[in-house]
T-cell receptor, first 116, second 111 residues
Framework: SAVISQKPSRDICQRGTSLTIQCQVDSQVTMMFWYRQQPGQSLTLIATANQGSEATYESGFVIDKFPISRPNLTFSTLTVSNMSPEDSSIYLC?????????????FGPGTRLTVT | GQQLNQSPQSMFIQEGEDVSMNCTSS?????WLWYKQDPGEGPVLLIA?????ELTSNGRLTAQFGITRKDSFLNISASIPSDVGIYFC???????????FGQGTRLTINP
């Protein structure tokens, strides 16, 4: 498995501002993922972040709104830009840990964002 | 985006009862994963399934990978108060790392 931490754990932000969320893993991993979980909803993948390459965004998510950095194999950041109340969600990072014939994903504790 | 059809959406049971929930999809998955999420926490991986027909246990939890590769179920035996939470299934296509999640099953236990 992997131990994942996120900062901040929660924040209350004003509309129009931006927030950068950090994700730190205790081991080197190739693939990291960022998810959004809107209140009372399931998880939706925002983007996949591989070290040394541009993040790959899912339909409905764009780099200008959710820029991602992946400077090394243990760290990534997600920025929520020009926030509106609709961005109020839990943002989760996860990592894929691969074995010989399979892989598993482990999640961080999440960042609870409220936009006023 | 595409989601799995997970049911039931919520369950209200008595302590000690057995629980069963399932997920179905129109797509064939190579891997099925089951997670539990407590309030204010991230999802925690419970069981991972990699082969059609595979039946795997983790303590009081048992999960199966459907033979058609389009469904999976999770059973919890003799429920206890700490089983309360939201359970998510997730599917993964062959050759892909991204996960597709079900809508979740909210489990409430009456003492």
């Amino acid at each position: 498995s992997a131990v994942i931490s996120q900062k901040p754990s929660r924040d209350i932000c004003q509309r129009g501002t931006s927030l950068t969320i950090q994700c730190q893993v205790d081991s080197q991993v190739t693939m990291m993922f960022w998810y959004r979980q809107q209140p009372g909803q399931s998880l939706t993948l925002i983007a996949t972040a591989n070290q040394g390459s541009e993040a790959t965004y899912e339909s409905g998510f764009v780099i200008d709104k959710f820029p991602i950095s992946r400077p090394n194999l243990t760290f990534s950041t997600l920025t929520v830009s020009n926030m509106s109340p609709e961005d109020s969600s839990i943002y989760l990072c996860s990592v894929a840990v691969s074995w010989a014939v399979s892989s598993e994903q482990y999640f961080g504790p999440g960042t609870r964002l409220t936009v006023t | 985006g595409q989601q799995l059809n997970q049911s039931p959406q919520s369950m209200f049971i008595q302590e000690g009862e057995d629980v069963s929930m399932n997920c179905t999809s129109s797509s064939i998955f190579n891997t099925w994963l089951w997670y539990k999420q407590d309030p204010g926490e991230g999802p925690v991986l419970l069981i991972a399934l990699y082969k059609a027909g595979e039946l795997t246990s983790n303590g009081r939890l048992t999960a199966q990978f459907g033979i058609t590769r389009k469904d999976s179920f999770l059973n919890i035996s003799a429920s206890i108060p700490s089983d309360v939470g939201i359970y998510f299934c997730a599917g993964q296509w062959q050759g892909a790392q991204k996960l597709v999640f079900g809508q979740g099953t909210r489990l409430t236990i009456n003492p």
